[in-house]
């Protein structure tokens, strides 16, 4: 039967029965079809060998586009599998998705994988691709995959449970194949090996089996693969940007937190230079809610186990809430997973009034979190944080104007600390929700006034919004272009339900308020972390721990250099006085390593003038004779707080 195509342009094309991707893509241009690696029809990607088998939209797929990007590393981790399989054949293999920026392949072997044994995977990789085999689709039934994977157990154990997430759904089961090798897939692959342009195998590590402890450790091995060998040498260039920014390296380094072992896993402890780093946020977020109205609570660390049966977070959210603790005749009582069913209390603690609406009540509460040993890394994910928590309890005429300031909010909170680049999600109901539509519906219609209100790019995420109200996810990208999530704004149609939350209408009848869920950091150890690899350790002035060094040249110089530490000091400016033995030289050089902001430098003609020599970091040098009075002035404005 023949098929109507919608072009990207919005042209219909009719194209004959039996026709393939690959030829509609000739017919619209040959550098098309050369630069085509998949076709979209409607809501599926298709290989572009597959008959077109209905009408509807249509579109190419090319290596330029994220789609294009997931099916290369998705067909670049098949051939890595195709090589752990043809150099060790005793091996098995698991799942190797697509990630952001790259893709991996986890393996059954009887010893992990060694730098060695990555160079010859590596290098039977560049084989396969030179080869340029054919990635070939078979569908079979579920009997037929059973004896072709019989095998391989984490396969057979895919094809028993059937996850639509894995397979092609329902009674069939598709494979790619190419020679000899085949994998289980629902695609599409490129067409052929030789398609991937560029590629690299990075590193190894264990994982267990479906991200379960419970289950068989594997290895994992880990690549990436770009549309052009530049493309590739630029995420490299990223990488290895990225490893000098490390926040677990600059923490150590600039002497702020650290994770001892004796602690546990998932746990920091801040030194006092990150003391006073941490203590800057935390005032500059309490500055911030109260500018916009919010007013600060406090709340304990654990609660009875009723409580969370409660608010539903022993249903939904058990497995990652620590165990309960119990004592002789007292009640369960867990530690908190988060702050929301405390603040409901607050609510919930006297009869409330329209008049009492909007209440906004914020507090940096701590909450625990159990997070599986592999997936816990530094400051980004951890067991125990500090969350900057605020909810909100208003009335359906409030709720445009509040979730309007809650977005001004959290873009004023990322652009003070120097976050320029920044887009949002827009998370839509789901399937499964709860509740009526009609306040999804608001909700949604509010939530998206809000953005485009702000003018922040933004996406539609439909269908994906948390099971009880739809929400707006803001990302930050930092300096070397990593997209990292901040701050969340969530609507909330279960809670004041569960517990039975309502006011006093302005007509004397009751109805029940609209919560809304904000956190703006969303964890302050995770903020600080993501902001300590975005400045690379070098912070704006006003949140460097120590802002200034003073230097003296010589011992005789002390007395003076302490004279405008405390000058300095009084001036509400952050000051150390490097005393030490050490040259002028390496005294000036420990500050730079350190990447305080500003060193003054102080000799014989600074004495007698009551000047000093000042010099910013980056600066190759300084500038000498500044009245100290000025310097003084100076490095205030520079150290200002946003919106001093």
Request: glycine fraction near 8%; proline fraction near 5%; charge should be negative.
């Given at each position: 039967m023949p098929v109507d195509l919608q072009y990207p342009d919005g042209t219909v094309v009719a194209h004959p029965d039996g026709v393939t991707g690959l030829d509609v893509a000739r017919s619209i241009g040959p550098g098309l079809a050369k630069a085509a690696v998949a076709v979209r029809l409607n809501d599926s990607l298709l290989d572009l060998d597959r008959p077109l088998e209905s009408s509807g939209e249509f579109a190419v797929i090319t290596l330029d586009s994220s789609e294009g990007l997931d099916i290369l590393r998705h067909s670049a981790a098949h051939v890595l599998a195709q090589a752990v399989l043809d150099i060790f054949p005793d091996a098995t293999f698991a799942i190797g998705p697509p990630i952001e920026d790259g893709f991996?392949?986890?393996?059954?072997?009887?010893?992990?994988?060694?730098?060695?044994?990555?160079?010859?995977?590596?290098?039977?990789?560049?084989?396969?691709?030179?080869?340029?085999?054919?990635?070939?689709?078979?569908?079979m039934t579920v009997d037929e995959a059973l004896s072709v994977f019989a095998n391989h157990r984490f396969k057979v154990e895919i094809i028993e449970s059937v996850e639509p997430s894995e397979l092609d759904g329902g009674e069939a089961v598709t494979a790619y194949r190419n020679l000899d090798f085949i994998d289980l897939c629902?695609?599409?692959?490129?067409?052929?090996?030789?398609?991937?342009?560029?590629?690299?195998?990075?590193?190894?590590?264990?994982?267990?089996?479906?991200?379960?402890?419970?289950?068989?450790?594997?290895?994992?091995?880990?690549?990436?693969?770009?549309?052009?060998?530049?493309?590739?040498?630029?995420?490299?260039?990223?990488?290895?940007?990225?490893?000098?920014?490390?926040?677990?390296?600059?923490?150590?380094?600039?002497?702020?937190?650290?994770?001892?072992?004796?602690?546990?896993?998932?746990?920091?402890?801040?030194?006092?230079?990150?003391g006073v780093l941490r203590s800057l946020v935390e005032e500059h977020s309490r500055r911030l809610h109260a500018k916009y109205g919010f007013d600060y609570v406090y709340s304990p660390h654990l609660a009875k186990a009723g409580l969370w049966e409660t608010s539903g977070h022993l249903d939904f959210f058990a497995e990652n809430m620590y165990p309960p603790m119990q004592i002789a005749e007292d009640p369960e009582y867990r530690v908190k997973p988060m702050n929301c069913p405390f603040h409901v209390l607050i609510y919930q603690s006297r009869g409330r009034s329209y008049r009492d609406l909007p209440m906004r009540l914020a507090e940096l509460g701590g909450v625990y979190r159990y997070e599986k040993s592999g997936q816990v890394h530094g400051l980004l994910r951890v067991r125990g944080m500090t969350q900057d928590d605020s909810h909100t309890f208003c009335t359906e005429e409030q709720l445009q104007d509040e979730l309007a300031m809650h977005l001004q909010f959290v873009l004023n909170w990322v652009r003070d600390f120097g976050f320029e680049d920044f887009e949002a999600d827009l998370s839509t109901r789901p399937e499964k929700a709860i509740g009526d539509p009609g306040p999804w519906r608001?909700?949604?219609?509010?939530?998206?006034?809000?953005?485009?209100?702000?003018?922040?790019?933004?996406?539609?995420?439909?269908?994906?919004?948390?099971?009880?109200?739809?929400?707006?996810?803001?990302?930050?990208?930092?300096?070397?272009?990593?997209?990292?999530?901040?701050?969340?704004?969530?609507?909330?149609?279960?809670?004041?339900?569960?517990?039975?939350?309502?006011?006093?209408?302005?007509?004397?009848?009751?109805?029940?308020?609209?919560?809304?869920?904000?956190?703006?950091?969303?964890?302050?150890?995770?903020?600080?972390?993501?902001?300590?690899?975005?400045?690379?350790?070098?912070?704006?002035?006003?949140?460097?721990?120590?802002?200034?060094?003073?230097?003296?040249?010589?011992?005789?110089?002390?007395?003076?250099?302490?004279?405008?530490?405390?000058?300095?000091?009084?001036?509400?400016?952050?000051?150390?006085?490097?005393?030490?033995?050490?040259?002028?030289?390496?005294?000036?050089?420990?500050?730079?390593?350190?990447?305080?902001?500003?060193?003054?430098?102080?000799?014989?003609?600074?004495?007698?003038?009551?000047?000093?020599?000042?010099?910013?970091?980056?600066?190759?040098?300084?500038?000498?004779?500044?009245?100290?009075?000025?310097?003084?002035?100076?490095?205030?404005?520079?150290?200002?707080?946003?919106?001093?």
């Open positions: 991996y392949y986890d393996f059954a072997v009887e010893e992990p994988f060694t730098p060695e044994d990555l160079e010859r995977i590596s290098a039977r990789v560049d084989e396969i691709i030179a080869a340029d085999q054919l990635f070939q689709r078979e569908v629902r695609g599409p692959h490129l067409p052929s090996t030789g398609r991937i342009p560029a590629i690299k195998l990075l590193r190894t590590s264990g994982a267990y089996w479906r991200g379960d402890e419970a289950n068989e450790q594997l290895q994992r091995i880990y690549g990436t693969a770009w549309a052009s060998q530049s493309d590739l040498d630029a995420y490299m260039d990223r990488l290895e940007e990225a490893a000098k920014r490390d926040h677990r390296k600059l923490g150590s380094e600039l002497d702020l937190y650290s994770f001892p072992e004796d602690l546990g896993i998932g746990l920091s402890v801040w030194h006092p230079k990150g608001v909700t949604e219609a509010a939530l998206e006034q809000a953005l485009q209100t702000s003018d922040i790019p933004y996406t539609t995420a439909p269908g994906e919004g948390a099971f009880y109200g739809p929400k707006i996810d803001v990302h930050i990208r930092d300096a070397i272009g990593r997209r990292w999530q901040c701050s969340t704004i969530q609507l909330d149609f279960q809670t004041p339900d569960r517990f039975g939350l309502e006011y006093v209408t302005s007509d004397n009848t009751t109805d029940v308020p609209y919560m809304i869920h904000c956190a703006k950091a969303g964890s302050i150890e995770r903020f600080i972390g993501v902001m300590v690899e975005h400045y690379a350790g070098a912070f704006p002035m006003w949140l460097a721990p120590v802002q200034v060094t003073v230097v003296p040249v010589a011992d005789r110089h002390l007395d003076y250099a302490r004279e405008v530490a405390a000058t300095l000091g009084e001036a509400g400016l952050r000051v150390e006085v490097d005393d030490s033995n050490d040259s002028l030289g390496d005294k000036v050089r420990t500050a730079i390593t350190h990447k305080h902001p500003a060193v003054i430098v102080v000799g014989d003609a600074d004495v007698e003038g009551r000047t000093v020599g000042l010099r910013f970091y980056g600066e190759d040098g300084d500038t000498r004779g500044v009245p100290l009075d000025e310097a003084g002035k100076s490095l205030v404005e520079k150290a200002a707080k946003p919106g001093e």
